[in-house]
């Protein structure tokens, strides 16, 4: 496997993989994942198997807004890249390939990152089942994120260093 950065031509495998993963009202379209990798491609942690398939990916942008909020999804350019903050946006398994600790080596590659650039740490929000498997990173639920991104109300978590 090998886990590496997005480059712009890895944005329809990025796109059509997140529409496998969210509701059609949550996922990034192709247009917003191209902007992404062009403003902040080095924050996309993408894991391809050996045969070159996306199996799993975790990206986000760098602020020093220290809540994930809903502009931000579509807003690639409020990215900054001396920023306290690692935002996650999304954190995808392949369908096929789900239970296997993919996504985790992503969320840890991320967080290791943000470790490395001596951020503050890493915020992502996510639904309520989903609570218990990012406090196994060290996360803090903070309860309700203000998101209601995609007609979803979104728990904050936070991974402080």
Not at 100 to 116: S, Y
Not at 117 to 127: A, D, I, P, S
Request: aromatic letters at 10%; glycine letters at 6%; a negative charge.
């Amino acid at each position: 496997m090998e886990l590496r950065k997005a480059r712009l031509g890895d944005a329809s495998a990025i796109a059509k993989l997140e529409a496998l993963s969210f509701p059609v009202s949550e996922a990034a379209s192709l247009a917003s994942i191209q902007a992404r990798i062009r403003v902040f491609g080095n924050h996309f942690w993408l894991l391809f198997s050996d045969t070159g398939k996306l199996l799993a990916f975790a990206n986000g942008m760098v602020t020093d807004c220290p809540n994930l909020e809903d502009c931000m999804y579509e807003q690639a350019d409020l990215h900054q890249e001396t920023g306290a903050w690692q935002m996650i946006f999304s954190l995808v398994t392949h369908p096929d390939y789900r239970k296997q600790g993919l996504a985790q080596q992503c969320l840890q590659a991320a967080i290791e990152d943000a470790r490395v650039q001596k951020r503050q740490g890493v915020v992502l929000t996510c639904k309520d089942h989903l609570i218990s498997y990012y406090e196994n990173f060290g996360m803090v639920n903070e309860g309700f994120a203000g998101s209601t991104h995609g007609d979803v109300n979104w728990n904050q978590m936070r991974l402080k260093f």
